[in-house]
């Protein structure tokens, strides 16, 4: 299996900063490469797809960039309803597999 | 919009099967794959496996212990509804539970429900 590693586990930041979330995969995963957005108790939320692409409806505040290994999500200024955990996930090969997950909070 | 809801038991006894329901709104199983993905307590999100209106299935092979010998990922194309069956549960199977829709091309998962923890415990 493609393993995923994030990094930082977790941040505290403030509204207005800009944020970015490194995400790894264990061997070349092309372009496949999407991020989540995930709060307490609601359902995940698809960000963006394929490395780069954001999904409908997504802020364009929200942007991912990479290839082969290494990819980054960067919100460029955090807004209060952004504090949610991120988790990137691999669909290049099966089995899909997510990050260990990027906890964002207020500092 | 797509809106997905699972439903089952909150609380399963060992070795007991775990049964879910995930009624999808919105849009139709006949279109798309639809999947299922757990999160153990403190744990990251693991995908479990996905099913096409036509049956077809797949599975992680991946997930401990031998959780693709115990899944199965059914359909109903009437009730616009898939299922999720997990026989000889342990307390490993512990977790929330959620039902997304499947995306094959870029194999991502753009619609999910809430979430469902099932906890299996005596």
């Known amino acids: 299996d493609i393993q995923m590693t994030q990094s930082p586990s977790s941040l505290s930041a403030s509204v207005g900063d800009r944020v970015t979330i490194t995400c790894r995969s264990s061997q070349s995963i092309s372009g496949y490469l999407n991020w989540y957005q995930h709060k307490p108790g609601k359902a995940p939320k698809l960000l963006i797809y394929a490395t780069s692409d954001l999904q409908s409806g997504v802020p364009s505040r929200f942007s991912g960039s990479g290839s082969g290994t290494d990819f980054t999500l960067t919100i460029s200024s955090l807004q209060p309803e952004d504090f949610a955990t991120y988790y990137c996930?691999?669909?290049?090969?099966?089995?899909?597999?997510f990050g260990p997950g990027t906890k964002v909070d207020i500092k | 919009q797509v809106q997905l809801q699972e439903s089952g038991p909150g609380l399963v006894k060992p070795s007991e099967t775990l049964s879910l329901t995930c009624t999808v709104s919105?849009?139709?199983?006949?279109?798309?794959?639809w999947s299922w993905v757990r999160q153990p307590a403190g744990k990251g999100l693991e995908w479990i496996g996905r099913i096409y209106h036509s049956g077809s299935t797949s599975y992680n092979p991946s997930l401990n212990p031998s959780l693709k010998s115990r899944v199965t990922v059914s359909v109903d194309t009437s009730k616009n509804q898939f299922s999720l069956k997990v026989i000889s549960v342990t307390a490993a199977d512990t977790a929330v539970y959620y039902c997304?829709?499947?995306?094959?091309?870029?194999?991502?998962?753009?619609?999910w429900g809430q979430g469902t923890l099932v906890t299996v415990s005596s």
């Open positions: 996930q691999q669909s290049y090969s099966a089995p899909r597999t």
């Open positions: 919105g849009a139709s199983v006949t279109s798309y794959y």
């Open positions: 997304a829709r499947d995306t094959p091309t870029y194999g991502f998962f753009d619609s």
